[in-house]
């Protein structure tokens, strides 16, 4: 399996931005996609953003479209989330995970799926 290490988190004020990091040991081919998802407290996981490994087609919750965008660099096994115009309901602990990207749910998740520890994301004044 991948393994995953999620940094960049903290603490940001309503309309500020972030950027979370994703390092993935192994190689690209091991995933067909990479992608984060979230979880508030109370609520269900979101499956919140997706690259697809082969094509690099993005996709996006509406929740965070127009906001946030995701990025990797293939050759530092990286994988980013640019949080912009955050709002206090973005605040969540953000996970890194390999899945399949679609635009139904952003990113199916398996029995084979890689998470990462997660990262807390709180936005608040």
């Known amino acids: 399996q991948v393994q995953l290490v999620e940094s960049g988190g903290g603490l940001v004020q309503p309309g500020g931005s972030l950027r979370l990091s994703c390092a993935a040991s192994g190689s690209a081919l091991d995933y067909l996609g990479i992608g984060w998802f979230r979880q508030a407290p109370g609520k269900e996981r979101e499956g919140i953003s997706c690259?697809?490994?082969?094509?690099?087609?993005?996709y996006y919750a509406d929740s965070v479209k127009d906001r946030f965008t995701i990025s990797r660099d293939r050759a530092k096994n990286m994988v980013y989330l640019q949080m912009n115009s955050l709002k206090p309901e973005d605040t969540a602990v953000y996970y890194c995970?390999?899945?399949?990207?679609?635009?139904?749910?952003?990113?199916?998740?398996?029995?084979?799926?890689?998470w990462g520890q997660g990262t807390q994301v709180t936005v608040s004044s």
């Open positions: 995970a390999t899945g399949v990207c679609n635009t139904l749910m952003v990113i199916r998740t398996s029995t084979t799926t890689s």
């Open positions: 690259v697809d490994s082969n094509s690099g087609h993005t």
